[in-house]
């Protein structure tokens, strides 16, 4: 069923690409000499933009660029995936990616210092010649030849409810020496939080049965250390080497209250936990030129992490004495290995290709343990090695059909194997224990095709088909400690990668007048091996669904409000409607995709000037509701409206003072559950459980400058 399902999806894209061709023939005809980048489907902002702003570094300008600020917001949210592959981040400089995942573009944003920004390009749709491949926005940034040498530092205090403040900063030295560039970077982040959980349980008759109080802060900080090296051997020739080593650090206290509303009784507990993690990186890539129509290009990442988790729980008894509960050690070590070559032949101005292979190595070895010393010896140890090898081949190929209609198709086959041995060992009254392992391998073949057609200089239509693989983490074939339940999770050493085949169109259009846009786009995903909460053996965890779909409209606009007569006032929003339908794992019955909400929102107002040398920004989000069942409940997850917001103020002498408040609206979310005896669909309610979380303001003060 795949492989004819594959046929089809080739099928497709042969015919819509021959359709194409047609009707773009007498439009290529008469366009023989087409630069493969046109006019309308690039914005260009150079100094003379940004420069009004007195930005300090790369994301100052970005924030400034109308339609940039979507493309930020929604960087922020991705999750990273192993290996580099063809899609990447939409932000390149200098046309190319960065070759790192430690320094990846969140922190080149942040590090870059605006001076060394020469121009900012906004490209709308496929363009051949890019680094990775997109339907949407790209940003493009490209930086002087000549990089003088400057520091860029910052230095503050961060602090949110009930919880000390604490001294955070950053410290950047970049520069150039003829064909070198160079940069040097210290950072400390620190992200204070303060969680108050109430939980309120009542019987089956809807009696109020417990009352749960708990408060949990935590202190995560990371200490960051990075540099980046940059050589142009020749014209034709240029090479990057980028490093970063990071200490990461989490302490936390979780102080729980439970109230037995039926005699009023109260008992109590503390979790500690003390989670320490090093990584290291070494990343680059070198670029070479043959000749007008051939290039190479390597790029390669080495990441080795080693952590130490300890989290043990207090029971405080009546008097105020403790005693010991449960501890969970874990220890873990983490590397990934990537290479990825590539080699673009350009046969004309219409007409390019690019090819290659990549090799992406992930190992995961996990030491768990699970000690109870509450009642009878219980000690049960897990050791986890986990390997996956995975292979990828690329061929992309750029038609530029006219100055006003570009055609990508791509193919792309990937095969991974994928290796699991598991040592448990459990110390009761008496001693057992067990090895288990298992080899897996999985192929698939991904192929896309995109069209965009440019109708105007303000109007541009988008086409896109193509199949996208999930990853699968490498944590999902590790236990995870269930705190409620007090147990580690069953794992499902069966999971497969979700598979999407995605169909979208866009249809987008500019305006001059409030130099802002507006993007809709439906799209239509039909779905195999959804991954989703299904029944396992004893109780439930990810597993896969046979087949699903999910379909929807997204909208994109941004646009500015000098016409009412707000200067330099900048609104960037985004909106998703979706519905999605798949076969209930637990009921056998149709039903929407769990933790998949019908919609979300998010607005960021930018304004610059309002007073004199202050700007200013707020981001309003709504994630909506979504679904959730487990093995003995069904439940739902409200996420109310979150908020954010950043003042900017320009001292003199190139100075500027920040205040970020985050979770300005408490960041509240809530969790109803019906919870069974047992399996949900076979067993009656033995209570509900309304859960609410909420989360304390955290505002952070920095003084920034440069010299």
Known sequence: MKRLYTSRLLKLSVVATALTLFFNSQASCANDDVSSNTAANIDTYDESFFTPFSPQNLR??????????????????NNEARGFGSSGEQILINRQRVSGKGNSIKSEIDNIQAKDVDYIELIRGSVSGLDVQSNGLIINVMLKDDIGTAVLWNIGVTKT????????????LSGGEGDLTYRFGFERKLYPTKVKINELFSSADNEPTKHYKRVRKNWFREDIFSNK?????????SMTLNSMYKKIYLDS???????????????????????????WEVGGDINHKINDKHSLKLLFIENRSKANDQLWQTIINNDDSTSAGYQLPRLYRESESVIRGSWKYTLNKQHSFDSGVELAINKLDENLQFIDSQDDVYHSTELNDIKETRYEGFSHYNYSISQATNLQASVIYEYSK????????????????ATSGSTRSFNYLKPRINLRHDVSDAIQL???LERTVSQLRLNDFVPRFNREEQRLEETNPNLRPEVRDELSFSFERQWQATSGSLTLTPYYHKITDLIVEIPLVSYSGEGNVDSAKEYGVELETDFGLDVIGLSNTMISASYTWR???MRDPFTGQDNKIARLSDNKWQVKINQTGPIE??????TLQDRGTSPFTRFDYTSTLEYKLWASMELNYKLPSNLKLTLKGDRLLSRKTRNIRTRHDGLFTENGISQYEDRRFERSPRFTLLLSGQF
């Open 418 to 433: 994928l290796d699991v041995t598991t040592d448990f060992s459990l110390q009761t009254d008496t001693f057992e224990q």
């Open 462 to 464: 988008r086409t896109n």
């Open 253 to 279: 206290d979780f102080d729980s209250t439970y109230i037995q509303l039926a005699d009023n009784t109260t008992t109590a507990d503390n979790l500690t936990f003390d989670w320490g993690l090093r990584e």
């Open 60 to 77: 100052d300008i970005l924030e400034k660029i109308p339609g940039a600020n979507n493309l930020l917001l929604a960087m922020n949210n």
């Open 229 to 237: 090296l940059s050589y142009k051997h020749s014209n034709n020739t």
């Open 613 to 618: 040398n202050l700007d200013w920004s707020m």
């Open 579 to 581: 519905d999605t339908n």
């Open 161 to 172: 409810d009930s919880m000390q403040g604490k001294p955070l900063g950053s410290l950047v």
